[in-house]
């Protein structure tokens, strides 16, 4: 982090080619908003306080994005380009001096060191601007760098603006500068609209600070892939599978096994211990955070799941935003969700759903179940299809079952409901009322056999 940076992220654009009703900047890539990934990146070279958002489109949620990260944001009402984004925050960010970095919001993948590089660059040659530039085979749609014969920049022009020769140049602006903050401000209102867009264009900043007796400087990078600009779904897609891989590489470089590698989907702020075991098409999104030694088998779905150690869930089961405590078995086709919590050496097996419902050390559910609302002890042992009845039509009820109870298959517990430690409730039961420690529950008619009800043949 650097003391005196300040970062602007522009993102109040609409993303005109997303074809969206939402604005470009929230869509995802990698699990996170585009803006979300240029907040990561901003809060790596500058302090929160420092960092700003600009925008427009859709200003209310990505404000709500720009706050949940705590950083602030500039509202720019009418988007009049990217030189007009950066005015609009004149009245916050003039006062803060030092150093002004811009970064595009549509660029997530450009990684914090390449920005702090381009600050001491900017810091050793004692620059008015300095921005980062790459060749591309296919410049179509960027700015492109001008230079004079003796290399030093002298522009940086809009493929909309440039003339047949210029959209030859390979080069081009990729949408990340730095400036004297100073010298920002006080060129600033020199922005002109006269281009095709009749837009305020950030880039015309450098012919303004170029023309006022500043150094300009590029940090031309070689590999481009990090540089990547998201326009349309295409290249959203694009930029999302190289995080995923990037992610699952990482994870593997790490100690992970992945299985058909090509096939998982991994958010950028997962955790995976040591020597777990992801099968493929798993799908491990959010915050979630997986312990060591686990086996996630094929397609499940972890969303927001805190997973311990030594934790095997067979295929095709989902737990979103709830914990499984270490040495626990979920599945096959279990779901696990809304803050359930599994204890240690809890198994879960087919069919089964838990919903805000804690189950105890050591206690077992295996087949064909819904639990919801409940508290379980440890030890207990609920038989196949066995259901809480939590809703009555109008409110949710809580259930209690104590430790070592045993609930008999198909039973239907009617909440809100106790079942004292150690009681037993025999099968095909609907239990209705509290039942003591250590008793027998039987609520069911008593079976009738009728001795020659057959008819005869
Ligand atoms: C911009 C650069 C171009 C560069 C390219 C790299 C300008 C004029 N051009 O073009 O040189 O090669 O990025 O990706 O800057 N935004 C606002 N308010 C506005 C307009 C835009 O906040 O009024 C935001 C957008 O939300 C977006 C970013 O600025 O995040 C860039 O805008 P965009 O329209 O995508 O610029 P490009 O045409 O890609
Ligand atoms: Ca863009």
Known sequence: MIQDVTVVILAGGQGTRMKSRMAKVLHRAGGKALVEHAIDTALEVAPANRVFVVVGH??????????????????QKEQLGTGHAVMCGEDQLIGLGGTLVVLNGDCPMIRPETVRQLVDLYRETGSGAAMITTDL??????????????GDVLAIVEHKAATPEQLHVREINAGFYCFNAAAFWKHVHELRTDNPAGEYYLTDMVAILLSAGHRVTALKIADSSELLGINNRVELAAVDKIMRDRKVRQLMLDGVTIERPETVTIDKDVQVGQDSILGPFTQLTGKTIVGENCKIGASCVLENAVIGDEVEIFPFSMVSASTVESKAHIGPFARIRMGAHLEEGAHIGNFVELKKTKLGRGSKSMHFAYLGDSTIGSKVNIGAGTITCNYDGKKKHQTHIGDGAFVGSNSTLVAPLEIGAGAYIAAGSAITHKVPEKTLAIGRARQVVKEGWAPKE
């Open 137 to 150: 085979d296919d410049p179509t749609g960027y700015g492109r760098i001008i230079r004079e014969p003796n």
């Open 58 to 75: 859709q200003a209310d949620a990505v404000r709500a994005v720009a706050s949940a990260a705590g950083v602030g944001s500039i509202h």
